[in-house]
């Protein structure tokens, strides 16, 4: 390529990777839209292996974690095979899977389609990600910048702009504000009543995003609150067996999801040439676990690993010989993870219904 730019080689360097490692899209994007990337923030469920190197007890880098996974080798990903940003952008075509920022081993290559920030233990409220030893959001929002530059010298600030604005990007946060940072540790208590504390996580939410879109992002997918009455570790705290859910905290999730699809649907309005899209998971979940032989599966009051009722991170391991020997039967795969079969339902669910909200 004699004569030709040292920023324009590099355009033409990334658009080869992006064509190598692009995958059919099961999902079809309308029109001449295309998605670049995919980038994801937030706790456990977008983890891909951040806490791996970090002092937590949020880690899972050890089997029976991962034993579906690519070469059934744990990759610090909170379930047994695949997680949601996998199949995002698998889905989309862009690439396999969706790599950890902070994997030793990340190839340039990855930055150009995309890589995970989230944290397994994060939230909105900064109290949550301290109490989990996590990394938090303002720490993944400096990850970023970080990626933002390591990008720019790679393919120049031009094709950086275009990767951002063409990227979609993901926030999936709130599980571990509600169950463990307000009522199981109770912290949160001594200053706010449940409703005001919805309100300052769905403050925090929108900041998060407005901090996202000064950076670049124009493509914000944020994802509602799950059902968490139904997780099997919260029903084996609060003493629930068999197959009903927690109903308080069922309508925590429901209240804080009507407040947080207010915002959302707010700054979808008000911020220029920007896609907010708020993303509704409670539901989904909620059918799987209510009627789970609709969708092929058989057992939702509790997970695989071991018990299944409590054993999640560090307590579900290989030494537990009580792990079921067949997750595929299973919605949950520790108490508070899905697997990797309810995962590629509900984001195939989520994406018929929510990508064209994007373009």
């Keep these: ?45 977008v983890d891909t292996g951040n806490n791996n190197d970090l002092n937590t007890i949020a880690k899972c880098n050890f089997l029976p974690y991962g034993r579906e996974f690519k070469g059934g ?15 995002l952008v698998e889905d989309l075509g862009v690439k396999e899977f969706l790599p950890a920022y902070r994997d030793p081993t990340l190839q340039p290559k990855d930055f150009l389609t995309g890589v995970s920030f989230a944290s397994g233990g994060a939230g909105y409220d900064h109290l949550t ?59 949160r208590k001594l200053n706010y009543d449940f409703p005001s504390y919805t309100d300052y996580l769905v403050e925090s939410a ?37 197959k009903g859910c927690v109903n ?10 009507a407040k947080l699809s207010a915002e959302m649907g707010c700054l979808n309005n008000n911020l220029p040439h920007a896609r907010v899209v708020y993303i509704d998971v409670y539901n989904p979940l909620l059918n799987i676990v209510q009627d789970p032989k609709k969708y092929g599966l058989e057992i939702a009051n509790k997970g695989c690993c071991g018990t299944g009722i409590f054993e999640v991170s560090i ?45």
């Design 1 to 45: 390529m004699k004569g030709v730019s040292l920023s324009t080689k590099f355009f033409f360097l990334s658009s080869a990777f992006a064509i190598f490692f692009t995958t059919e899209a099961v999902i079809k994007i309308p029109g001449n839209e295309t998605v670049s990337a995919v980038l994801m923030f937030g706790d456990s469920i």
């Design 73 to 87: 080798m744990p990759t610090g990903r909170f379930s047994n095979g695949k997680v949601p940003s996998d199949f």
């Design 129 to 187: 990600s301290t109490t989990a030893s996590a990394i938090s959001l303002s720490e993944q929002i400096q990850d970023f910048k970080k990626y933002i530059g390591k990008l720019k010298g790679m393919v120049g600030e031009e094709r950086t702009n275009f990767i951002l604005a063409k990227c979609v990007t993901f926030s999936v946060a709130s599980s571990n504000d509600i169950t463990n940072t307000y009522f199981i540790s109770g912290i």
């Design 206 to 242: 929108s900041n998060f995003v407005k901090e996202l879109y000064g950076l670049g992002i124009r493509r914000i997918g944020v994802f509602s609150a799950p059902p968490l009455g139904c997780l099997p570790s919260q029903k084996t705290l609060n003493g629930y067996s068999g």
């Design 248 to 257: 308080y905290l069922n309508e925590a999730s429901k209240l804080f999801n």
């Design 315 to 359: 307590l579900c391991n290989q030494l537990d010989p009580g792990t079921c020997a067949d997750d595929s039967k299973y919605v949950f795969f520790d108490s508070y993870h899905p697997t990797e079969r309810t995962y590629k339902i509900i984001v195939s669910q989520l994406l018929q219904k929510y990508i064209k909200s994007f373009l």
